[in-house]
């Protein structure tokens, strides 16, 4: 698992100075450790509003796992005129589209205020290895019924990440999402259930990753936290 995963990257990142999109959660956490593993020039950005949970729990990681750490607290004032250019920008309904649109926006900006142009993400691995809670609610359900779930989120999740890459493009800024390149799916699907989810009453979730996470040298304190999904924790939807 983890040589597959660090082949995924080789061949997905080329550009060996990149941001990695960070909440300090297990997903982001993973990631980042990995890439500076393999050699990678890794900054870590959380964007979010003053004082929220992914600020404050980023900088904690971020100083345990002893990698660059840059923050972006969102402007109250200006939140509503980037909301309403976003919601015109990428033409949907969906609010989860609208908030990632928002997260990516700044993500993007302060990365080319920065002077990079690679962001790396861990967008796949709640679709591939049973991080949403639905997945939990629908455990009774058969193998084929979870696999038809998973196919669903991974298509939405890849639909919203291609509307948003004409967002970071504004910066001149490439997205890339190793989790999900097609041969990383088709792998991660032929990892047995027990691996990413133990039945109904399982809420933590993802326990291949968070054990792989864990063995690579990702603190306890993330690698087994609860999932917090960006726009929660960086109090965008909150906001919305």
Known sequence: MLNEINNTIRITVPHKKIVVSFSGGVDSAFLAK??????????LLTIGFENCHDILFAKQISHLINLPHKTYEIDYNEFNEIKQ???KKINVDSISWIENSIAFYYISKVSRQLGFDVIVTANGIDELFCGYDIYRRIM???DDKILQTMNIKLKNEISMLNKISSISSIFDITLVHPFLLRNFIEFAKQVPLFYKIRGENDFLRKHIIRTLAFQ???????????K???QYGSAI???I
């Open 34 to 43: 990995i890439c500076s593993d393999l050699k990678y020039d890794v900054t």
């Open 140 to 142: 009774p359900c058969s």
């Open 237 to 239: 939807h909150k906001f």
């Open 216 to 226: 690579v040298g990702v603190p306890k304190i993330s690698a087994y936290k609860r």
């Open 228 to 230: 917090k999904s960006m």
């Open 85 to 87: 250019h976003m919601k």
